[in-house]
Every structure is written in structure tokens, then in C-alpha cells.
């Protein structure tokens, strides 16, 4: 079944235009808020969102969608996409929504779903609710006397900063770490560097200044140029820096460098291991990591499972196999010991706690293993996706050929722009790099 609105994650697009509209956010809370009323309990949704100037107006429509249908909302304003899903759980709501577009730019919105337990939707609630949108509203709307309240919450940043400090054992102190913390201007601008001070560490912050147009501007996890200059220049034991919504992570170790998020899995599947918390011997990651963290792992004696690229699908696959640490190369790091989607400060806690522990640099904790040479490049394309035609496929199939078994190469479209995604890796750099180069170039003439 074709879907209209939801992407890989959630519905995203352009503000106040095509699918990111307030009529199209209400309707969201209208299907959302019926699909997820059973019982006759007051059933009720929080909702957080980002920084980003939309926000306001997303908010409110939502707000207006939820109400109708006779659902109680609880705003949060500014949080991290994993608090959401935290206090969806905690505060017993039937539904969690979080308004970001997470990495893009202020232009873009999107609007995320978490179920009752805190996981994201599965592609079959997500049909139902689309299913919802289309129909005649008459049937959804409360009588008058069922229309749900909203308030504000006050004090539910308090809970997860409290939250957040708990997945490192009380004793453990970051006294002595000088961290250079950028929060994109986005939604952890005020509980990242919070529990990071609390925990002891002395906290320098960029990115923490939102205006409503500056979220992922020239900084954050996406642009972190400006946090490896910052570290360098203050000789920072190590950078964090988070995206819009906070649910991915990228680190900059005490020489200004950026460390991938293949490394971080690693980190986290050796200490884990070593303490006997890993619940099965591998990690979860998807088809775009680096073929050094699978030759890695198998070194280790643990395995690497690929799922498709979205961290909901680490998730599922997690969930279904009983893993407890998956991921993306791009920072969503999974811990599911402690959450139920991307957290980035907590997975950033748990490398500043293996860097505390083993008092060596984040350099040496964060070089276990040698990357394959991977080369990534986008391709913009109008209309329809350049992937069904035969030259591009037949050029796809003679690089595959080219490429044997000494590495790997990826081509897919991007869940949430109009992008095609070329990745290629392998054992020789300057294969990788022309093979790469070609299939972009055939790609944008079959645009």
C-alpha cells in the first residue's frame, strides 16, 4: 500500500506546505487520538517538540485534532525526542508525539509517533492512521462534553535530566572532564548540559542560543565543525554534539576529531560485554555501516545483524531478537537497557563513563578498529526516483560486479528528502571512490 504521509520517520516535510501543514497535523491528531482511544478511561497524549518556529503552529493544531476526539494533551514544550517517549511511558499516556525534523533545517517540520510503551509506530498502525485521515471526520469527533483538555507540564525536564543521570551507576562521577557540549540550538538545549554539570563534568556549551531559525545551523551533529574548533581551542577532553531533536550523537575526542558512530557501538558492545550486560552476542546496526565494525565484531567473537536504514527498524529487529545494543553509523545509538529509541546524551554517557573509568583518552577508547575506505554521496532528483530505470540499474549491477566480495556498495533513497544515497566501500579507496563517482553520474542523467 502506498503512503502518503509517513516517511521512515514519522511525516516530515517542508513547513505550512504539502504534508506539514496545520490541517494535515490536525487530522494527524484526529487519526491518531481515535485509533489510540480504547476503553472508557480519560485517555491522554503528551506532546513535545524542538525549537524550530513551526513548532507553535503544529503544536497547536495537534493540540486541536487530540481535543476533538476526546483525548487529554500534556505540553512539554522544548525536549528531546527520547524524553517523549521516557514520559510517554512514565506519565501512562496512550500516545507520544514529538514535532521535529530532527537534523534538517528550520524550514522543515515532521511529527513523530510513539505508542503506549514508547516505541515508535510499526508501518501497520502508521497505514491505519493514514487510512484515518482520509476518511470523513464526522465519525471521529467527541460529543460536546467528551472534548479533551490541555495543559502545560511544568517540571518534566527535571525528570529526565533525573533520568538521564540514572543510566550510569550512582558512584560514577565525570569530575575532571572538560566537555564541549553543542546542542544545535535544538531540543536538549537545556537539559544536556544540565545533567552533564550535575554529573560532575566542567560543562562548556555552544549551540544552546535558539531563535526559532537557527536549529542545525552551522552546528549540531550534522555541521560539527565548530565543536571540533571549540575543543581544540580549549583543550576539551572531548565534544558532544546532538541534532535538533537529540536522539543522535557525534563525538569529537580531545584532538579535535570526529569519532563515527560505528566506533561508539563498538565501545559500548566491548564494555558491555566485558560486564556481562549484553543480552546476545552482536549488535544491531543497518546496511550502512562500516565494514570494519563487522570484521571488528567477529574478532570479538560477536556478530553484526543489518537491518534497512532507520533507527525504528534497529529497534524492531532488537525487540524481536532479544539485542539491547544497536544503531546507525550516524549516531543513533540504541540502548534498550535504558530506552526505547536513539538517545544521544545517554549514549554519549556511556562512553564518558568508559573514558572515566579507564582514565585514557576518548582517542584510544574511541579507535577500535581501522574503517574501510566508504565513500557517501547524495543525488538530488525531481519527480519521479532515477532507481527504476534500466541504465541506472544495469549500472548498479556492473559496479556490484567490479566491487566482488572486497566490499560493499548501497544504493537507496532517502526516507525523508528527495535524495538518492550512493555508498560504496571497500579494500581498495580508489575502486570505492570511482565506482561512486560513476553511479552519481548516471544517476543525475537519468533525473
Known amino acids: 500500500m502506498v503512503r502518503r504521509y509517513f516517511g521512515t ?3 516530515r516535510g517542508r513547513a505550512n506546505a504539502g504534508t506539514m501543514t496545520a ?7 484526529m487519526a491518531a487520538g481515535k485509533l489510540f482511544t480504547n476503553g472508557g478511561h480519560r485517555h491522554r497524549v503528551i506532546i513535545g517538540k524542538d525549537t524550530r518556529l513551526s513548532g507553535y503552529m503544529i503544536e497547536n493544531a495537534l493540540v486541536a485534532g487530540f481535543t476533538s476526539v476526546g483525548m487529554d494533551v500534556f505540553l512539554v514544550g522544548p525536549m528531546p525526542t527520547p524524553a517523549v517517549a521516557m514520559l510517554t511511558r512514565s506519565l501512562r499516556c496512550d ?3 514529538m514535532i521535529s525534523a530532527s537534523h534538517n533545517a528550520y524550514h522543515d517540520n515532521g511529527i513523530k509517533l510513539f505508542g503506549p510503551d514508547g516505541y515508535k509506530l510499526s508501518d501497520e498502525k502508521e497505514l491505519e492512521i493514514e487510512a484515518l485521515m482520509d476518511a470523513p471526520v464526522e465519525h471521529l469527533l467527541a460529543g460536546s462534553a467528551s472534548i479533551g483538555r490541555a495543559k502545560r507540564l511544568d517540571g ?3 525528570r529526565y535530566i533525573e533520568f538521564a543521570k540514572r543510566t550510569l551507576p550512582r558512584s560514577m562521577s565525570l569530575a575532571g572532564l572538560r566537555v564541549v557540549l553543542d546542542c544545535a540550538n535544538g531540543a536538549a538545549y537545556k537539559v544536556a548540559p544540565a545533567v552533564l554539570w550535575e554529573l560532575g563534568a566542567e560543562v562548556i556549551t555552544i549551540g544552546d542560543q535558539p531563535d526559532g531559525m537557527n536549529i542545525n545551523a552551522g552546528c549540531g551533529s550534522t555541521q560539527p565543525q565548530a565543536l571540533c574548533d571549540k575543543v581544540r581551542e580549549l583543550r576539551a577532553d572531548v565534544g558532544i554534539a546532538l541534532d535538533g531533536d537529540a536522539d543522535r550523537v557525534v563525538l569529537v575526542d580531545e584532538r579535535g576529531s570526529i569519532v563515527q558512530g560505528d566506533q561508539l557501538m563498538a565501545v559500548v558492545a566491548d564494555n558491555w560485554r566485558a560486564s556481562d550486560k549484553l543480552t546476545q552476542p552482536g549488535v544491531v546496526a543497518t546496511v550502512m555501516s562500516n ?6 565484531l567477529e574478532g570479538q567473537g560477536l556478530g553484526l545483524v543489518r537491518t534497512q536504514v532507520g533507527d525504528r527498524y534497529v529497534v524492531e529487529h532488537m525487540r524481536a531478537n532479544g539485542y539491547n545494543v544497536g544503531g546507525e553509523q550516524s549516531g543513533h545509538i540504541i540502548l534498550s537497557d535504558f530506552v526505547t529509541t536513539g538517545d544521544g546524551l545517554v549514549s554519549a554517557l556511556q ?3 568508559v573514558v572515566a573509568q579507564e582514565e585514557r583518552s576518548v582517542s584510544e577508547i574511541c579507535s577500535r578498529f581501522e574503517p574501510v575506505p566508504q565513500i557517501l554521496k547524495n543525488v538530488q ?3 519521479d526516483s532515477p532507481l527504476a530505470r534500466d541504465a541506472v540499474k544495469d549500472a548498479i549491477e556492473a559496479a556490484k560486479q567490479r566491487l566482488g566480495n572486497q566490499g560493499r556498495l548501497v544504493i537507496r533513497p532517502s526516507g525523508t528528502e528527495p535524495l538518492i544515497r550512493v555508498m560504496a566501500e571497500g579494500d581498495d579507496p580508489a575502486l570505492v571512490e570511482t565506482l561512486v563517482d560513476e553511479l552519481c553520474d548516471t544517476l543525475r542523467k537519468a533525473a
Open 9 to 11: 520517520d514519522g511525516i
Open 23 to 29: 490541517g494535515v497535523a490536525m487530522q494527524v491528531g
Open 95 to 97: 500516545l507520544g508525539v
Open 156 to 158: 518534566e525536564q527535571a
Open 291 to 296: 565494514l570494519g565494525l563487522e570484521r571488528y
Open 351 to 353: 562512553i564518558l563513563s
Open 381 to 383: 532528483f525531481e519527480g
